[in-house]
């Protein structure tokens, strides 16, 4: 799923930044563009960025019951 229209930057790209270690929006729009248009994105980045820095406890839980 695409989370910045402007660059055309899907999900998977932004987690790979992250993954690389970008742990700020900004960081992750100098790693591959996402964010640097209008900044409609921001929070969803951000919320990318939370959900890899502060995994939550159902992280943790198995996949299958």
Avoid: Q
């Avoid at 229209?5 to 790209?13: G, H, L």
């Avoid at 987690?15 to 970008?22: D, E, W």
């Avoid at 729009?29 to 951000?46: E, K, L, Q």
């Amino acid at each position: 799923m695409y989370v910045c229209i402007c660059e055309a930057v899907p999900d998977t790209v932004i987690r790979s930044c992250i993954a690389r270690g970008a742990s700020t929006v900004d960081e992750v729009g100098d790693a591959c563009g996402a964010g640097t248009g209008c900044g409609s994105c921001h929070d969803h980045i951000d919320v990318l960025l939370t959900a890899s820095y502060a995994p939550s406890e159902i992280a943790g839980l198995p996949a299958t019951a």
